[in-house]
C-alpha cells in the first residue's frame, strides 16, 4: 500500500543510542534529509563528535545531543522531559545498549542489561505516545534481535542475581523487546505502529568491544572486518520505516525477511505478562522513592 506521508521531510526523530553506530549514522543521515534528529547517549565526548561531524557536513542545527543515562529511571525521565518541549515526534528509534561483562546494578535496584536494553525502551515508548500520536505518519523502530529464538525471559529472576551472564542478559532483554513490540502494538498500534528489527552483524558497536578482553576484543574485530555488514546497510530499512511507516499495528524483520508474528518468541499472553510485571516494577520504584522523599 503506498503510504501517503512518504515524501514527508522536517520530521522530529528521535534517537536511542545516537551517539555512535547505527543510531549516529542514522541521525547523520535523517538530518541530511532534512529531519530534525534528536540523538541520546550517555558519553559527552562522543554527543561532542557527532555535533563537530554534522556541522562539518553543513547539518548544523539538524541535530540535537542529548546526554543521558538511559539505564536509570531518572536519565528516561529527563529525556522524555527534553522531548516533551518539542510538540510532537514522528519517529522513535531504540537502539542504545551496551553489553555488561559483569552484573552491575543501576542506582534504581536493576540490573544494568535489563534497565538500558529493555526497560528504556519502555518507559520511552510509553512516555512519548502522546507526543508520536500527533503525528501525521508516526512510528517506533525497536532495533534488537527479532527472529532469534535463542535466550528465555528468566520470569523467575528478572534482575539475573543467581545466573549473571552477559550473554544471557542480551538475550533475555532481546526477548523481552520482542514482547514488548506486541504488546505495545495490541495498545497503540493502530495510531503508532511499532517495528522490531534486526539489523544482523553490524560493523558497529565499537564502544561495546572495549569492555571484553584484549584476545576476545581483537577475535570480535577480526570477526567484524571479515564478516560484519557496513553500518550504513544496516540502517537503510530504518531509513524506509521512517519514510514510510507500515500500516500494521506490529511489523518484525529480521535482516531482511520479515518475520512471522506466530513465531514463539512473539506470544501475546507473554507479551501481556511481561507488560504487567514490568509496570509494576516501575510502580513499586516510584513508590518507593515518594516514600523516601517523604522520610527525608
Ligand atoms: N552491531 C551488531 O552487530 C548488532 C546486531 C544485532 C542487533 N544489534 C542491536 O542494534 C542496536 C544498535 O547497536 P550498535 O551496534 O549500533 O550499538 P553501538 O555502536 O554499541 O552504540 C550503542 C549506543 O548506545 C548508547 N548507550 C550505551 N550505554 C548508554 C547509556 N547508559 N545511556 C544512554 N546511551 C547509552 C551509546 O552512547 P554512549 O556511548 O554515548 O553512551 C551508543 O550511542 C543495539 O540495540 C544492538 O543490540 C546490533
Given at each position: 500500500m503506498v503510504n501517503r506521508h512518504a515524501d514527508r521531510t522536517g520530521r522530529t526523530v528521535v534517537i536511542t543510542g545516537g551517539s555512535d553506530g547505527m543510531g549516529r549514522a542514522l541521525a547523520l543521515g535523517r538530518a541530511a534529509r532534512g529531519d530534525h534528529a534528536i540523538a541520546i547517549g550517555s558519553s559527552q565526548a562522543r554527543g561532542d563528535r557527532l555535533l563537530s561531524d554534522a556541522a562539518e557536513l553543513g547539518l548544523e542545527g539538524r541535530i540535537e545531543f542529548v546526554r543521558a543515562d538511559l539505564s536509570t529511571i531518572a536519565g528516561n525521565q529527563a529525556v522524555l522531559d527534553h522531548v516533551?518541549?518539542?510538540?510532537?515526534?514522528?519517529a522513535l528509534v531504540l537502539g542504545a545498549n551496551r553489553p555488561s561483562p559483569k552484573r552491575v546494578e543501576t542506582v534504581d535496584g536493576f540490573e544494568s542489561t535489563f534497565a538500558l536494553y529493555y526497560l528504556s525502551r519502555y518507559i520511552l515508548g510509553h512516555g512519548l505516545m502522546p507526543l508520536l500520536s500527533q503525528a501525521p505518519g508516526p512510528v517506533i523502530v525497536n532495533v534488537a534481535g527479532v527472529g532469534a529464538t535463542a535466550g528465555q525471559i528468566h520470569w523467575d529472576d528478572l534482575q539475573l542475581r543467581d545466573r549473571y551472564r552477559v550473554v544471557a542478559a542480551q538475550l533475555q532483554a532481546g526477548r523481552a523487546n520482542d514482547l514488548l513490540g506486541v504488546a505495545m502494538a495490541e495498545r497503540h498500534g493502530d495510531q503508532v505502529p511499532y517495528v522490531l528489527y534486526h539489523p544482523g552483524?553490524?560493523?558497529?558497536g565499537a564502544a561495546a568491544r572495549e569492555h571484553v578482553s584484549p584476545p576476545a576484543r581483537f577475535t570480535l574485530k577480526v570477526l567484524a572486518a571479515i564478516a560484519a555488514q557496513p553500518v550504513e546497510r544496516a540502517i537503510a530499512p530504518i531509513h524506509g520505516f521512517i519514510e514510510s511507516p507500515p500500516t500494521a499495528s506490529l511489523t518484525a524483520v529480521d535482516r531482511a525477511r520479515l518475520v512471522p508474528l506466530g513465531l514463539k518468541t512473539l506470544e501475546p499472553s507473554a507479551a501481556r505478562r511481561l507488560d504487567q510485571v514490568t509496570a509494576r516494577l516501575l510502580a513499586d520504584k516510584l513508590t518507593a522513592r515518594a516514600h523516601g522523599d517523604r522520610r527525608r
Open positions: 516533551g518541549r518539542h510538540g510532537s515526534i514522528d552483524f553490524t560493523r558497529s
